[in-house]
């Protein structure tokens, strides 16, 4: 089975329930580039597949892989970001810092205009285009598209996505809180209904408090198991400290619940029904 988005949280259950042999996991943009071609085990299958390599050996939650030694041969990498702007961090030298195994940062791949599947033709907008590409990254002249998605590469080549740029949030205690992390952890929690998890400031303070939608049209959610299962899993800063009960879902085209508009919303009373919000005062 091939496809792209198998949550990691039901990797192994969705596996074991359907009997699935192999997942090939992939990752990749329609408009990205550095599109690459890959043969599937014993010659069976060619496919082409945009920005990453495939994962197709069952690595529960990995995205992707490309082997450390052949970026030369696949030019796609992670830089090291401000967690607040989501702006490249540079060095002394003035160049963009790549992220060691282990470490978070935003996906990229290099522009290269004389290879047609390295390059990057953009949108039918010239801003918006210009706001994809990194200029001087690793040397002079050099372009990169920028994902705009945080993913992390493990020592042996593995991908795993982590969030988008400025979904993670900096709780007012100085802690940075990846909100697709306690998305999974919230979603185990209660059963694996949906969930969305984003950052709300409130009045008076730095920083910001988790929030999290949990879509529950047949009122079922047992508050008080919730709690319970969020003190086992997540640490005190990344425990959403507002809930809001969804009935009806709004989602996306890419059937994701729309994270923005619910964030606007924020605790406000007078945008969500006073009965489906619930604040948490020690947690």
């Not at 359907?18 to 992939?26: L, M, P, W």
């Not at 007012?172 to 979603?187: D, F, L, Q, Y």
């Not at 988790?210 to 079922?220: E, F, H, Q, R, V």
Request: glycine share 10%; proline share 4%; aromatic share 12%.
């Amino acid at each position: 089975m091939f496809g792209n988005g198998l949550r990691p949280q039901i990797w192994e259950t969705f596996v074991k329930r359907f009997g699935v042999k192999q997942i090939g996991e992939f990752y990749g943009a329609t408009e990205g580039n550095s599109n690459l071609v890959l043969s599937f085990s014993h010659g069976r299958l060619m496919e082409e597949f945009v920005q990453l390599a495939v994962n197709i050996d069952n690595t529960v939650g990995a995205v992707g892989f490309v082997p450390r030694y052949a970026s030369v041969l696949y030019p796609v990498g992670l830089l090291r970001i401000d967690d607040e702007t989501g702006e490249p961090l540079r060095g002394s030298d003035g160049f963009c810092i790549p992220c060691k195994p282990g470490e978070p940062g935003v996906f990229v791949g290099k522009i290269n205009p004389k290879k047609a599947i390295n390059d990057f033709s953009g949108y039918a907008d010239k801003k918006a285009s210009e706001q994809k590409i990194i200029h001087n990254v690793f040397k002079k002249g050099d372009r990169v598209f920028n994902s705009g998605d945080i993913l992390i590469m493990d020592e042996y080549g593995y991908f795993y996505f982590k969030d988008r740029t400025g979904d993670t949030f900096r709780q007012w205690r100085g802690e940075n809180v990846a909100t697709s992390e306690v998305e999974a952890i919230v979603s185990n929690v209660i059963g694996l209904k949906d969930a969305a998890v984003y950052g709300v400031e409130v009045p008076g303070n730095e920083g910001k408090a988790g929030m999290a939608a949990i879509y529950d049209p047949n009122n079922s959610l047992d508050l008080k198991e919730l709690v319970e299962g969020l003190k086992k899993s997540l640490p005190t800063y990344a425990r959403p400290l507002f809930i809001r009960v969804l009935s009806e879902l709004s989602m996306t085209g890419t059937f994701k619940l729309k994270k923005r508009d619910l964030q606007q919303d924020a605790f406000d009373i007078k945008k969500a029904s006073f009965f489906s919000l619930f604040c948490f005062f020690s947690f």
